[in-house]
C-alpha cells in the first residue's frame, strides 16, 4: 500500500514570497490532517479535513495560510506571503475511516524562507 | 484545547539499559494516547499506542503505562538498541465531532542510545 506522498520536499523562498505543497493521502482515508514543524519541537495542528469538509482549522494562521481539499482526496496548502517565521517542516498526514486513531504521516515539505 | 507536556527533552543511555519518557495532559476529554517515533528526514511513526480504558500496554520491548487520574502516561524502552536513537513524540488525542479526532502532541524527546 503506497503511503502519504508530499511534494515539494524541499523549498527556499524569500519573505513576502508564495508557496504551495501538495498531499495525496492514503487511498480511503477520509481525514487529512496538515502539521507544521519548527525545529526542535512537536508537530503542531494547522489544519483538518474530514473528506472535503474543514474539521479543524482554530491554529491556522488565515491571513497567510490557506488549504483546500478537493473532492475529499489531495490537498494543498499555501502561504502567502511568507515570513520568517514560517520556516519549517509541514507534514501531511491521512487516518482511516474507522478511524482507529493511527496517523499515517509523509516525509513532509521542508520550507526555509529567507 | 489540549496542552501535553513531555519530559525530559533528551535523553542519553547505554545500549542495554531502559529509557523512560513521560508525559502530562491537561485535558480529561482525551481517551487515546499514542506514541511517534520520528527518524530524521522521516514523518512521525506510531510504535504504541494505549486508550483510556486501559492502564498498561506492552509491546516486546516497549510498554506504555496511562494514570487517568493524575494525567500522566509515559514511555518505557528496555534493553535499548542503538536502532532506538530518534525524537519520540507523545501525544494525546480527542474525539471532536462525529467521529473526527484531534491529535494534539507534546515537545518530542531526542534519545540517544551510546554503544
Known amino acids: 500500500e503506497a503511503g502519504v506522498a508530499q511534494s515539494p520536499r524541499y523549498k527556499i523562498i524569500e519573505k513576502r514570497q508564495s508557496v504551495a505543497f501538495w498531499c495525496n493521502p492514503i487511498s480511503g482515508h477520509a481525514t487529512l490532517y496538515w502539521y507544521q514543524q519548527i525545529l526542535g519541537q512537536g508537530p503542531k495542528l494547522l489544519i483538518q479535513f474530514q473528506n472535503n469538509g474543514v474539521v479543524d482549522d482554530s491554529q491556522l494562521p488565515k491571513d497567510r495560510f490557506s488549504a483546500e481539499r478537493l473532492k475529499g482526496v489531495d490537498s494543498t496548502l499555501k502561504i502567502q506571503p511568507a515570513k520568517l517565521e514560517d520556516s519549517a517542516v509541514y507534514l501531511c498526514a491521512s487516518s482511516s475511516r474507522q478511524n482507529t486513531g493511527e496517523l499515517f504521516f509523509g516525509e513532509g515539505s521542508r520550507l526555509t524562507v529567507l | 484545547g489540549e496542552n501535553v507536556e513531555q519530559h525530559p527533552s533528551t535523553l542519553s543511555v547505554q545500549e542495554g539499559d531502559s529509557a523512560v519518557i513521560k508525559c502530562t495532559y491537561s485535558?480529561?476529554?482525551?481517551?487515546?494516547f499514542p506514541w511517534y517515533k520520528q527518524e530524521l528526514g522521516k514523518g512521525p511513526q506510531l510504535i504504541i499506542d494505549i486508550r483510556s480504558n486501559v492502564g498498561e500496554k506492552k509491546d516486546q520491548r516497549i510498554a506504555v503505562t496511562l494514570n487517568k487520574t493524575a494525567k500522566h502516561f509515559s514511555l518505557h524502552i528496555t534493553e535499548t538498541q542503538p536502532e532506538d536513537s530518534a525524537v519520540y513524540f507523545c501525544?494525546?488525542?480527542?474525539?471532536?465531532?462525529?467521529?473526527?479526532?484531534?491529535?494534539?502532541f507534546g515537545s518530542g524527546t531526542q534519545l540517544t542510545v551510546l554503544p
Open positions: 501525544a494525546a488525542s480527542m474525539i471532536l465531532s462525529g467521529s473526527a479526532r484531534q491529535l494534539t
Open positions: 485535558d480529561s476529554a482525551s481517551n487515546y
